[in-house]
């Protein structure tokens, strides 16, 4: 391919932009697809019987979640740099309710699975809807809207799980779907009043062929880490599709090296800024689960364990929930400090906090409050990090790829996710202790698990003092950042 930069295009048929309104309505849309993710947290258990299904088939109503988020992403973001971002986001949404309808309607596997896929087809919403602040959004509050669009996504997954756990409490568990159709229709309509229509595309055709390729090599990749612990890690189907992923990855990177207009600008992509800041975001998206994968299992352990706390999932989901509004909260503090000091500065920072929150959590576990604390520490550090990392990848690429960009971001961050799900999958099965005739994971399981969110939040602290130093703090000088190109010229179309 070429290195010139591809001719951004300018319509000249989109709306003045509402600024008042744009942030909040791509906030609520955030939170509203990352809702979904937490949603059938509450009926895992009960899903075998309501679906008619085994345990590990009816498992594949969150993998399909997964996957298809992963295959989105990306996809989702190239695409809306070509045609439109807010014409994307409005399909994500479309995409989120019908996966939702085809859920509530459902009684047995197939059509779970289906509506489950549709509903992580709508995960490029962020990415998009923070593209679309920056080719739309006065540069002076630019830093403080992405810090708060990045913000939702911490804000749905911690209030995802009270909510979630109140609906299948008091009624029929179909409900839960039937509401995130319910607001999924809300945030579509407000998208289509309120978001304007980026004026910033890049044209040419899309790459199927490259699609294709990353799907295939993601979904080998992502479905040997989701069900590793289940097949067995040593097992010849997780082995087979870990070197498939690899085979398959490497193949695609060579054809998209060499193709024109590429899905992934993979030369944009190693640059410095991007590349190492892609890198800590895997381990940030690590660190972020880890107190998703401990926090509420040591709430509802009974109390004769000598650890558990005897809480109900709603109580649990309770306890989480002043995270997600410390991120929120936070979001402008975030911003200040990258118009200060650089959003690098603010990452590290944010890793410090997450690192912090983590050893403070392993130190206190004996009271409610130990971790209603701990979880509001690590969701203050996210909020940071969440804000600072679409701030940096803009700043090293064209206006006429951040699409792109910040969805593969997004995409680095839910494989460190990912990854935390197995490691934590195999220490919490390896390090157990004996409660009557059942074998619960000991506490000291748990505390290797927040110990391991701590060092990778310490790993992505340090992976990101290697991101080069940018001349520009925050809004339009961040986003032209030593190094970073700038967009051609736009053309009338």
Not at 177 to 191: D, E, K, N, P, R
Request: hydrophobic share 55%.
């Amino acid at each position: 391919m070429s290195d010139a930069p591809e001719k951004s295009v300018t319509t000249g048929t989109a709306a003045p932009p509402r600024t008042g309104a744009v942030v909040p309505v791509l906030a609520l849309s955030g939170i509203v697809v990352s809702l979904m993710q937490t949603l059938v947290i509450p009926i895992v258990g009960q899903l075998p019987q309501y679906l008619n299904a085994s345990a590990s088939d009816a498992a594949w109503a969150v993998t399909a979640t997964l996957l298809a988020a992963a295959v989105a992403t990306p996809v989702m973001g190239r695409l809306g740099d070509m045609y439109g971002k807010r014409r994307m986001l409005l399909i994500s949404m479309v995409m989120l309710i019908v996966g939702s309808v085809v859920a509530g309607l459902s009684d047995s596997l197939t059509p779970m699975i289906v509506g489950r896929a549709l509903q992580g087809l709508s995960s490029g919403v962020i990415p998009l809807g923070i593209s679309i602040l920056r080719d739309e959004h006065p540069a002076e509050r630019l830093g403080s809207a992405t810090a708060m669009i990045s913000a939702s996504l911490g804000v749905g997954g911690a209030l995802g799980l009270p909510l979630a756990a109140l609906i299948a409490d008091n009624f029929d568990w179909h409900a839960l779907f039937w509401t995130s159709a319910a607001l999924g229709a809300v945030a579509l309509v407000l998208v289509l009043a309120l978001v304007p229509e980026s004026t910033v595309r890049t044209g040419g055709r899309f790459d199927l062929v490259g699609a294709v390729g990353m799907a295939a090599g993601l979904v080998s990749l992502l479905l040997a880490i989701s069900k590793g612990g289940d097949w067995g890690w040593a097992s010849g189907t997780t082995l087979g599709l870990f070197a498939a992923a690899v085979v398959v990855l490497l193949a695609w990177g060579f054809f998209e090296l060499r193709t024109e207009g590429p899905l992934v600008d993979l030369r944009t992509t190693a640059r410095p800024q991007v590349l190492i800041t892609n890198l800590a975001s895997v381990a940030i998206g690590f660190a972020m689960f880890s107190m998703s994968l401990v926090i509420p299992q040591v709430l509802q352990l009974p109390e004769q364990t000598g650890y558990g706390l005897g809480q109900s999932l709603l109580s649990a989901g309770l306890v989480m929930a002043p995270s997600g509004l410390v991120m929120m909260a936070l979001a402008p503090v975030s911003a200040l400090v990258t118009r200060a000091r650089g959003p690098k500065v603010t990452l590290m920072i944010g890793a410090l906090i997450v690192a912090a929150g983590y050893g403070l959590n392993v130190a206190l576990m004996s009271e409610v409050w130990h971790f209603v604390l701990a979880s509001c520490v690590i969701g203050a550090g996210i909020g940071f990090c969440y804000g600072a990392m679409p701030t940096l990848i803009m700043g090293a690429v064209p206006a006429s790829e951040t699409g792109a960009a910040n969805s593969l971001n997004t995409l680095m961050r839910s494989i460190g996710t990912s990854v935390a799900s197995a490691v934590a999958g195999v220490v919490l099965a390896q390090m157990t202790t004996r409660f009557g005739t059942y074998a619960l994971p000991s506490e000291d399981a748990f505390r290797t698990v927040l110990a391991l969110g701590a060092g990778a939040a310490l790993l992505g602290f340090v992976v990101a003092a290697f991101i080069p130093k940018q001349r520009g703090a925050a809004g339009a000088e961040s986003l032209v950042a030593e190094g970073a190109p700038e967009a051609a010229e736009p053309v009338k179309a």
